[in-house]
């Protein structure tokens, strides 16, 4: 399974002088496997520690944090020998240990020749970080790149690549991306998913949806252990109001988050704001802040905390809590569903960098998502699920906002024909289009 920030971890490894790294992600997103088998394989050899699954190494971090201390009481610890030159050292679930974390600090200055990684899921919310010292990446569930890379098709890949444009191209890239609205990006579901081909289509989607709610369980667990000073109940209640709220709406686009019935004794954005933004700093939720009038770079500026929109950080995942089965969405039931694919985009934005997102409401007119290019421009980005395209509210934010250009994201093939101004893209392209318009 290939995960695009290995180009990035490549590059780290080749400096002469480089900070520790540190992978933040969502639990299960894949950190081990890209540190120890992706990355590991361009070492003579790779020693981890998971701090999880073994507490009592903990020990090395106990005395002097310096570099060569450390690495002493590691290789008492394992029985092994470690080469600074030639051997990565990984720190997994780091967060589970204090010590080791203000080690990094070190290795940084005193170690920058070593290969040090580390990695976890709940790096949000320590309580000491070493700022400035590590040089730190958040690893995300499979963008839809990276499923077609799993499906092992380089024809596919090929015209992903490319962004050809024609039917052959769109039926079978709208057939992966169907697909994809089901298993999401979680990497042990995408596994499942392409291991089990020559198996029956039940046996696929019982497989896969035992793990899409494994993977809620799991989180669910890890409510009460890592709430701290948060009610887990709280946490608990928003992360599962998410997906209600999303699937509110039909063909419209997203709404605010409501705080109103989420719990029991709570209904303002102050009573909620301490267990959303656990669930931000855990990436098991993205945000979206709506913006009113004529918006200007920076978009930040506009942002208000307590009007926001909330997504889901795996779209798999979203449609196993709503309980969207595969068959309704392969038979195209979920067209007017527009949330589904809101959230992927937001997916894939975020995969992009660009996190928060923003988006735009004026009376009843609402664009998805806007985004300010390199030289400040403000672009909407509009997204239709389905075959209706019909713009009446991007038509809208034109006469009102007046853009250099428009992007439509719609569940058709897109738009062949050159324009100088409105560009439609299949949903399946939006990276393409983001990057073309917006990052160059």
Known sequence: MERALLAELLIWKEKSKRKPLLIDGARQTGKTYLLQELLGQHFKQVLRIDFLESPHMAEAFTGSLAPEDVLSAIELLMNKQFNAKTDLLILDEIGECPHAVTALKYFAEKAPHMFVAASG????????FPVGKVEQYNLRPLTFREFLLAANQPALI?????????????SKLF???TEYYFTGGMPEAVSCWFAMADNSILERVKAVSRIHAD???????DFGKYSG???AGLIAAIFNAVPSQLAAVLDESVKRFKFKQVHERKSRYQELESGINWLEKCRLILRNYPVEGVPRSPLAAYKKDN???????????LNHMLGVSYLEIKQQSYEYKGYIAENFIQQELAALGIEPTFSWSDARAEIEFVIADQAGNIIPIEVKSGKRTRAKSLQSYIDKCAPIKTIKLTGTQGSSTIEQQHFVYPLYYAVHAVKKHLMN
């Open 215 to 221: 993977l809620i369980s799991g989180y669910s667990r």
């Open 121 to 128: 899921s709940n790096i949000g919310l320590l309580n000491t």
């Open 158 to 170: 090929n015209t992903y690549d490319n962004a050809v444009n024609s039917t052959a191209a769109h």
């Open 307 to 317: 009007k926001v929109k909330l997504f889901l950080l795996d779209v798999g995942l």
């Open 229 to 231: 000073k948060v009610d």
């Open 175 to 177: 057939e992966k991306l």
